[in-house]
């Protein structure tokens, strides 16, 4: 199983015009790099940002760290281009902004195939828009490439008209049917972002909201983040001793053809060990990377 797994606990946002910024991400302790040629990039350097996302990609030395590209929407000046350029680079993804249906998700892969792209490249969604929501169960199953949803909080509370409050009241609905979508379809899902880099408090209390939501990751705006959030989505000391100690049982129980145990006074069936296997694997692929050398 652990062969299939890939953390994605920190998932951070780096302008693709920072040259800086790009060379910086080879060392940081991230799990994902979203060089991003959108919102972070203005007009006046979409094409300079373009070109040299595409020659750092070349250069490598990302190690495990996932590259993907965040594209400009194909109805802009911009996104046809982008998805021209990097089509045959060696990314992990392409993340488009802006879907609000599975015509948009077709268009771009079909784009991104004409111009040589891999067949198998997988493909990012931003979930940001009130009809992306609303229609993101036929979006999230139109294609067997798409493999994550990344929520995108600003936009959507911006167009929901909703105020930016500690318990995300405002967001919480389209929250929550952003993940059974994801889940429904098989997908990893990643929140979004938060905005105030100097309330640590604030931003661990929404990574501990997200991750209880049921969200793989956090996505980030700076490298201040990167640690509370690998902290807080990655599986804990107790949590580990915990699946180890379920499998421990089951496969006692098993061994007496018993179907159901009791572990901590808890019911424990095949579900609860089908988790504790997929949390077990999780931790050893972050263990493994927490070993290697930057």
């Known amino acids: 199983m652990s062969h299939t797994i890939r953390p994605r ?11 800086r910024a790009l060379e910086k991400a080879r060392i940081l ?3 994902s790099l979203i060089f991003d040629l959108e919102d972070a990039v203005a007009p006046d350097a979409k094409v300079r940002a373009r070109q040299q996302i595409v020659s750092t990609v070349a250069e490598g030395g990302y190690k495990h760290r996932e590259i993907i590209v965040r ?6 000046p ?26 948009q998700v077709d268009q771009a892969i079909k784009l991104l195939d004409s111009h040589g792209g891999a067949s ?9 828009t009130p009809s992306g929501i609303l229609n993101l169960d036929q979006i999230a199953g139109c294609h067997p490439r798409l493999a994550v949803i990344v929520m995108g909080t600003s936009d959507l509370a911006k167009d ?4 930016h409050t500690k318990d995300r009241i405002g967001l919480l609905v389209p929250l929550s049917l952003s993940v059974m979508a994801a889940r429904a379809h098989g997908l990893e899902i990643i929140d979004g972002v938060y905005l105030n880099l100097e309330d640590e408090i604030g931003f661990r209390t929404i990574c501990t909201q997200g991750r209880d939501m049921g969200f793989d990751g956090k996505t980030l705006i700076h490298p201040k983040q990167v640690d509370i959030a690998n902290q807080i989505f990655a599986p804990s000391a107790a949590d580990v001793n915990n699946a180890q100690e379920i499998l421990a049982v089951w496969a006692q129980a098993q061994q007496q053809g018993k179907g159901v145990v009791v572990v901590n006074g808890r019911l424990i069936e095949n579900l609860h060990v ?3 296997k997929r949390l077990l694997a999780l931790a050893n692929v972050i263990s493994e990377r927490s070993n290697e050398s930057t």
């Open 9 to 19: 606990r920190s998932v951070l946002y780096m302008p693709g015009s920072n040259a």
């Open 78 to 103: 911009w996104g046809a281009d982008d998805i021209t350029a990097i089509a045959k680079s060696p990314v992990d993804g392409v993340l488009l902004p802006k879907i609000s249906s599975p015509a």
């Open 160 to 163: 929901l008209r909703v105020h």
């Open 29 to 31: 302790p991230v799990d």
């Open 274 to 276: 089908e988790e504790a």
């Open 120 to 128: 198998t490249l997988p493909i990012w969604i931003m979930a940001e």
């Open 71 to 76: 594209v400009n929407a194909l109805d802009t």
